[in-house]
T-cell receptor, first 114, second 117 residues
Framework: AQSVTQLDSQVPVFEEAPVELRCNYS??????LFWYVQYPNQGLQLLLK??????LVKGINGFEAEFNKSQTSFHLRKPSVHISDTAEYFC????????????FGPGTSLSVIP | DADVTQTPRNRITKTGKRIMLECSQT?????MYWYRQDPGLGLRLIYY???????NKGEISDGYSVSRQAQAKFSLSLESAIPNQTALYFC????????????????FGEGSRLTVL
């Protein structure tokens, strides 16, 4: 079975500082990896995804993530955060042979402090 | 207009009442899903449907039922609501069918917040 861990439930960071949100997954088969963002009172929207190829993936709003197969991680980073980045961030995996079942992590609440 | 529309956006009801949450999409996707979001638990899959005649249970289907009325419509029902069904519910879609590449990328509605008293 697959599982997704987001070790940090809450991450406070000052505006213009860098941030890293951690995601680790467990799977015995190949997976696709996603980060979704949920702004207050909104649905989830795709931030970025790793399907294959380069392990460094760039997404919207200046975010990027790096897939590390040996460490089974897919950490999300941004070099300089803005107030508008305050949101809930979810890491998710789908199994390549059964992509109808997407597994979500518990989420990380990012709070950007002015 | 949103590609995935959920109604109602907010609903307060009492224990034992029947509730229906509706979802419609204009993305032309075959696959539709209902998820439940609880704080600290992420999103958990309730039901999913690959087409009008294909309905599948997710990890937490007990106490819920669904209906796929058309390719674009997928509704979730709580036959007799209970307080621990208080949550934020999301409908989502993904591409599917022959000739498509499905990676599991999901497209979400804005959510329906349900409170059961």
């Amino acid at each position: 079975a697959q599982s997704v861990t987001q070790l940090d439930s809450q991450v406070p960071v000052f505006e213009e500082a860098p941030v890293e949100l951690r995601c680790n997954y467990s799977s015995s088969v190949s997976v696709y990896l996603f980060w979704y963002v949920q702004y207050p009172n909104q649905g989830l929207q795709l931030l970025l995804k790793y399907l294959s190829g380069s392990t460094l993936v760039k997404g919207i709003n200046g975010f990027e993530a790096e897939f590390n197969k040996s460490q089974t991680s897919f950490h999300l980073r941004k070099p300089s955060v803005h107030i508008s980045d305050t949101a809930e961030y979810f890491c998710a995996v789908s199994v390549k042979t059964s992509y109808d079942k997407v597994i979500f992590g518990p989420g990380t609440s990012l709070s950007v402090i002015p | 207009d949103a590609d995935v529309t959920q109604t109602p956006r907010n609903r307060i009801t009492k224990t034992g009442k029947r509730i229906m949450l509706e979802c419609s999409q204009t993305k032309g996707h075959d696959r539709m899903y209902w998820y439940r979001q609880d704080p600290g638990l992420g999103l958990r899959l309730i039901y999913y449907s690959f087409d009008v005649k294909d309905i599948n249970k997710g990890e937490i289907s007990d106490g819920y039922s669904v209906s796929r009325q058309a390719q674009a419509k997928f509704s979730l029902s709580l036959e007799s609501a209970i307080p621990n069904q208080t949550a934020l519910y999301f409908c989502a879609t993904s591409v599917g069918g022959s000739g498509t590449t499905n990676t599991g990328e999901l497209f979400f509605g804005e959510g329906s917040r349900l409170t059961v008293l």
